[in-house]
C-alpha cells in the first residue's frame, strides 16, 4: 500500500480535546456527503453513532461532530439517500457500540470500530473503510518506550470496550499494568499527570490526541498489527451491509476517501493509507 508523509505538526490544546466530550445527539457536521445519494433511503432520518472525543475522527465542535468517520459517515448515508440534514448523530463510545446496535439506539455505527470475529456474533460489519495499526502514545520526554516491548512494568491505560491493551497483555504476553477509562480523553488525561507511563490504541486516534498538544506527547510510530475500521450495523442487516459496501468502493474510486483522510490528518504528520482496504463480504 501506498503512504503520504507529511511533516507540518498542527498544533492546539489539549485541554480543549479533553472538554468536549458531551453525549447525546447533534445537528449534521461539517463532513461532505456523497452527493444525489445512489441508495434507498430508509426513513425521514438515519442515526449514526460516531465518537465526539477523538480528533481528527469523530470531534464535537459546537453543535456537530467533524472529523474522518464523520465524513465517510456523511458521504455513506447520502449513497443510501439521505441528506445531511437527515443524520441524526449520536455520540456512540467504545464500550456501547454493541448495545446501541442491538437495542436500535442506531442505524449504523461508524467509529473507529474494529472488525473482530467476536464482535461479528452479535452485530453485521460493512467495510472495511480504513485499516490503521496500534501505536503507543507517551509524554513528550519519555524515550524509554519505543515500542510494544518496553511497556513491560509500565502502566498502560486503553478505553473501556477496546481490545487494545488485550492486544498488548493477552497476545503479545507482556506483563503491563493496565488502566481501564472510560474514553481516550480520559487516557490522555491520566498521561498528563503522570498516572499511567502511556496510552495504547489506533495510530489515528493517538496522531490526532499528539497534533492537538505536540510538546506534551510523543507518538512511539512503532505501528503494530492492523484495525480494519467497519460499518457497524445491526444482526442480519445483509442487504444495506451491501449497500454501504457499494458506498465506500465508490467513495475510494471517486478520491473522496483520500480528501477526507488529507482534510482530517493533513497537518499532523500521520501516514495515512491512500489505498482502499478489500472490503469483506456480507453473511
Known sequence: MRVRRISTALAGTAAMVLALTACGTAEVGGGEGGGEGGGEGGGDTITIGVKYDQPGLGMQEGNAPVGFDVDVATYIAGELGYTPEQIEWTEAASANRETFLQQGTVDMIIATYSITDERKQVVDFGGPYYVAQQDILVSADNED???????????????????????????????????????????????????????????????????????????????????????????????????????????????????????????????????????????
Open 145 to 283: 518506550i519505543q515500542g510494544p516491548e518496553d511497556l513491560a512494568g509500565k502502566t498502560l491505560c486503553s478505553a473501556s470496550g477496546s481490545r487494545s491493551a488485550n492486544n498488548i497483555v493477552d497476545d503479545m504476553g507482556i506483563d503491563a499494568q493496565l488502566r481501564e477509562a472510560g474514553n481516550y480523553s480520559e487516557c490522555i488525561q491520566l498521561l498528563t499527570d503522570g498516572t499511567v507511563d502511556a496510552v495504547t490504541t489506533d495510530n489515528t486516534i493517538l496522531a490526532g490526541f499528539a497534533s492537538q498538544q505536540p510538546d506534551a506527547f510523543r507518538l512511539v510510530n512503532n505501528p503494530f498489527g492492523e484495525e480494519r475500521y467497519g460499518v457497524g450495523l445491526p444482526k442480519g442487516s445483509t442487504d444495506r451491509c451491501e449497500q454501504v459496501n457499494q458506498a465506500i468502493t465508490k467513495m475510494w474510486d471517486e478520491g473522496k476517501a483520500v480528501e477526507f483522510l488529507e482534510s482530517n490528518f493533513g497537518e499532523t504528520g500521520f501516514e495515512y493509507e491512500e489505498t482502499q482496504p478489500e472490503i469483506e463480504g456480507c453473511a
